[in-house]
């Protein structure tokens, strides 16, 4: 179907609905709320790990393996926790400076802030009378938001809470980590190394894989990276458990 704009009264077809279909910026959101999942259990999963797989190599007594893990996986949580906190606490503070700049422009120099909107449509290929008409249309429908994404390529009502990245990191840490810690202590002593061993390089290669298609990163070179780094570090903590356990 075709439609002549030049006819008066002429009108663009109303737009489909696409069901299920998320708009980018919440997509993006989403992503990247998936991919500090992955990555946080994968953390969890290789620090704890690496503990308990060392403590079980100098003895074979349950309690201190339970002790180490538990204080591996508390540890880590709450280190997560923090990090991410104060890291996602900063780039906000950041964007919320950015925000208030562009906010007091608009305010006191609204002329030079239309010009340079346009500017920004004509660098990406519009002619001069088309990209003054669309800052000015995108400038009389919500001239801070406009700016905010065309020049700072910031969503004011999408910014990240840093509350919601610590408790994801936290949690996403703690289920990571209770996979070695259940793997070590639940079979007999005689089998604990070798079936954490196994299940924890299982579990790693779900997350490199997962954190693959995430990224869109190549599958099979991010899988095995992740679970050989996952096997080298249990086997160097494994050995240096067994050394300690020897010398004591």
Known sequence: MSVDLTTPGSTLPAPREHAGEPHLTHTSVRLNWLRAAVLGANDGIVSVAGIVVGVAAATTARGPILTAGIAGLVAGAVSMALGEYVSVSTQ???????????????????????????????????????????????????????????????????????????????????????????????PSPSLRVPIAFGAVVVALAVTGFGGAVLGGAPRLRATARVALGGALAMAVTYGIGHLVGLAI
């Not at 700016?147 to 703690?174: K, M, Q, R, V, Y």
């Not at 990571?176 to 793997?183: M, S, V």
């Open 92 to 186: 906000r503070d950041s964007e919320r400076s950015l925000l208030e700049t562009e906010r007091r422009e608009l305010l006191e120099q609204p002329e030079a802030e239309l010009a340079e909107l346009a500017e920004i449509y004509r660098a990406k290929g519009l002619s001069a009378d088309t990209a003054l008409l669309v800052a000015e249309e995108l400038t009389a429908h919500d001239a801070f938001a406009a700016h905010a994404e065309a020049e700072l390529g910031i969503d004011p009502d999408e910014l990240t809470n840093p509350w919601h990245a610590a408790l994801s990191s936290a949690i996403s840490f703690t289920l990571g980590a209770l996979l070695p810690l259940l793997a070590i202590l639940l």
